[in-house]
T-cell receptor
Framework: EPEVTQTPSHQVTQMGQEVILRCVPI?????FYWYRQILGQKVEFLVS????????KSEIFDDQFSVERPDGSNFTLKIRSTKLEDSAMYFC????????????FGEGSRLTVL | QKEVEQDPGPLSVPEGAIVSLNCTYS??????FMWYRQYSRKGPELLMY????GNKEDGRFTAQVDKSSKYISLFIRDSQPSDSATYLC??????????????FGKGTKLTVNP
């Protein structure tokens, strides 16, 4: 069964460093997303991406964050100058069509900022 | 009023019990309704997806949506210890100019005891 894969599974970084989280969405999917979940809190939307551009972003997704689809398979989330409060699970998700709620998530990348 | 409300539990039931999980919401523009299962420190796994109002059944799982009451439910019949997880409701607006983002409940932690 096709799945969304994410790397790394866990990254520890020092405050102020840049991190890149990587995702390989399901191969025939066209819409890509990043969500995050701070420990003990709700899963919350960060950004959606379609046709090589951001289609929607939340107020959390400020200039510190950026997304990119550098080739036909990878989808990345870059966090510049990390802060302690960026510590969370980051989930990549994808779906094939816009008129569906069937969004498939990866296993997540756990980011710990020290 | 929070956009999506879900009783966090915890909920503990004996094996074989019928489990009822539910969420209420305030945004009348929500059209797509999902239930996800999440194991500890893992990604959300899509269980059920419903568009607009009505019921949907898949094996031991039944999802119900009552848009007039802004209330959704997930029923699990003949619950098994392997059903022990956190169950997240999630919803999004329609595709005609609506927001792409999924809005999640906080999750209900379920334990099914052998």
């Amino acid at each position: 069964e096709p799945e969304v894969t994410q790397t790394p599974s866990h990254q520890v970084t020092q405050m102020g460093q840049e991190v890149i989280l990587r995702c390989v969405p399901i191969s025939n999917h066209l819409y890509f997303y990043w969500y995050r979940q701070i420990l003990g809190q709700k899963v919350e939307f960060l950004v959606s991406f379609y046709n090589n551009e951001i289609s929607e972003k939340s107020e959390i997704f400020d200039d510190q964050f950026s997304v990119e689809r550098p080739d036909g398979s990878n989808f990345t989330l870059k966090i510049r100058s990390t802060k302690l409060e960026d510590s969370a699970m980051y989930f990549c998700a994808s779906k094939r069509l816009t008129n569906t709620g069937e969004l498939f998530f990866g296993e997540g990348s756990r980011l710990t900022v020290l | 009023q929070k956009e999506v409300e879900q009783d966090p539990g915890p909920l503990s039931v004996p094996e074989g019990a019928i489990v009822s999980l539910n969420c209420t919401y305030s945004n009348s523009a929500f059209q797509y309704f999902m239930w996800y299962r999440q194991y500890s420190r893992k990604g959300p796994e899509l269980l059920m997806y419903t568009y607009s109002s009505g019921n949907k059944e898949d094996g031991r799982f039944t999802a119900q949506v009552d848009k007039s009451s802004k209330y959704i439910s997930l029923f699990i019949r003949d619950s098994q210890p392997s059903d022990s997880a956190t169950y997240l409701c999630a919803m999004r607006e329609g595709t005609q100019g609506g927001s792409e983002k999924l809005v999640f409940g906080k999750g209900t932690k379920l334990t099914v005891n052998p």
